[in-house]
């Protein structure tokens, strides 16, 4: 068939996770069925989706064990009848079709083809998307992203290098020498702790990474795995737990799973005693103008399921209190889905019923980048590593936020005033609330960044 003449490519609809740095995939199989590809535990925005396309969703494809979010899966197959595929080597404690290489499902006029490609995960496969033998599209999941390769250690330390050498030998062996024009849809992306994406880009080629991917252009094998390893940062420990919970299979959802039942004063007071953490998700400005002893400042924003599981252990009870005007069902949501279930509701009346009982709070003193005095007590950076390095304020101490996981503060501190930091100040107040339940004192969060500071005053910043 002349190339002009070839049938059109499937609809391949990408449902981005940002928060999370994921994208999930809902491919359009040509007669009214679709299949979902690595779908989050929330099946709304793939059934949305559908139900707009008039589509049926056939199958949920899984690509590995996800170590960063509970898989949705088995809420598409268990509530709208879609059958799971996913490699065989995963054992699955729920209903599904267990593939392995070279195995291919017929899509009914598409075919899937299973290719292995272990690294990221030791049951890590890839799907081929074929028309007859034209391929269409590569699921790499996270075998293969946008200018890096999805990070080897998440299944184990003991199993760290011997799966960056495996994922090396996936590329070559098996992806690389597919077609150059063939799209790639990675499952990993910008924003996710499983990997280090170079850009902001969530699809690429199999030409593109030939040409732009710096771990392909290792000359050998060691220098890939030193390379791939030298790469890797901190990730949430909540990745430790994930896999086994999607092998077993997520709870589902009950009908009422996004509301947060209202929770009086004592009663929230009473969840406390009893060991419950007290999460005010309010953005940084409402924080600091009042808040609950001890509570943990996490605003809700995008990446707040990320530092929920960061520092705070899923077994242990959530009350929450949230302003008017903020989404509640999108906080149960990113609860949800990294498998925080115990949420026990949220403060009624928010901060005005806690004031209006007459209930102690905490103010916490904001201050522009510019207002920064190295003089006036030490200055605590707690980005990542590798922003720090970016550059960082003279004389900074930088502690990763995710360090002050526990009960304890990571780093010894002088006495005196302390002024935390981030690149916004997200982050900064997060830090600031654990520094308060430790006792802290005299602390103040900086509303911006190096950056912003370097501006205002000229001065340079320090790298490291």
Known sequence: MDQAEEPASPTIHPVVDEGLGNSAYLVELGDGRALVVDPARDPTPYLELARWRRLKIAYAVETHLHADFLTGSRELAAAHGAQVLAPRASQLGFSHRG????EEVDLGGLTLRVLATPGHAPEHVSYLLLDAARPLGLFSGGALLVGTVARTDLAGPELTAP???AAYRSLRQRLLPLPDELAVYPTHGAGSFCAAPVGGERSTTIGAEHRQNRLLAAPDEDTFVAQLLAGFGTYPPYFLRLRDRNRVGPELLSRDWRVLPLRSTD???ECLAGGGVLVDARPVAAFAAGHIPGALSIALRPQFASWLGWLIDDTQPLVFVLGD????????RQCRTIGYDHLVGELAGGMTAWQAADLPQVRLP????EQVDHQLGVV???RQASEVAGGH??????VELGAFAGNHVPVQLPAGPV????AHGERATTAASLLERFGRQELQVVVGGPDDWQRATGQALARR
């Open 99 to 102: 593939l392995q290489d070279g």
């Open 163 to 165: 799966l960056a050498r």
């Open 267 to 269: 009663q929230v007071r």
């Open 366 to 369: 904001l201050v522009e980048a």
């Open 419 to 422: 002024t935390v930091m981030c």
């Open 325 to 332: 005007d903020q989404d509640r069902g999108e906080l149960a």
């Open 380 to 382: 605590l950076d707690v």
């Open 393 to 398: 304020l003279p004389g900074a101490v930088a």
